[in-house]
């Protein structure tokens, strides 16, 4: 999908638990994962609450471990979340280590502010904490926003700043972050890359 989780795993071993109950794609992963389990969720933003919201659907609880003492998501968002039955907010803390089998089992949550670590029995972990789309192997000549997602020179297609070069996947896509819309995006892209060739390939203006 062109893009990288900032954190590729958690636990013990080289990739952890990831995929036995850590998962960076709570849309993707959740209704497997956290089917009647005590799910939690990584981060303090609009992406995190969104998640937090949609496991309530599967999970028997969900806690929401927040690293400051404030969200950072819009207020609409951060009240729907705060007044939510099922999601229990951890203030001042992270995921100081992921245990157990097969698959993950538990967690310890450490709180910042207290110094108090606490386990507790957890069944799916969701990072929503942001992506790093993989675009830093890409020549300097085409152009990146801020946050290294390609800029399209077009609305609606995937012509990149170099001519015969096409965004593909979820290096142009900082919204969705959705296997579907990546697909899609693909799709589009070779059509863009095949016209491309069609009309002169190298040397052509871009249309």
Known sequence: RDQASRHSGTGDGPNGFWQRGVSACAVCDGAIMAKDTQSFVIGGGDAACEEAL???????????????????ASVVMANRVKEHPKIQIHWNSNVKEVTGGDRMEKLILHNSASGEDVEMAAGSLFFAIGH???????????????????????????????????????VSDHVYRQAVVAAGRGAAAAIDAERWLAAGGFGAAQE
């Open 54 to 72: 949609y496991l309530t659907k599967f999970a028997s609880e969900v806690h929401l471990v927040v690293r400051r003492d404030a969200l950072r």
């Open 132 to 170: 790093n789309p993989v675009t830093n192997f890409l020549p300097a000549e085409i152009e990146t926003h801020p946050n290294g997602y390609l800029k399209l020179t077009q609305p609606g297609r995937t012509f990149t700043s170099v001519p015969g070069i096409f965004a593909a996947g979820d």
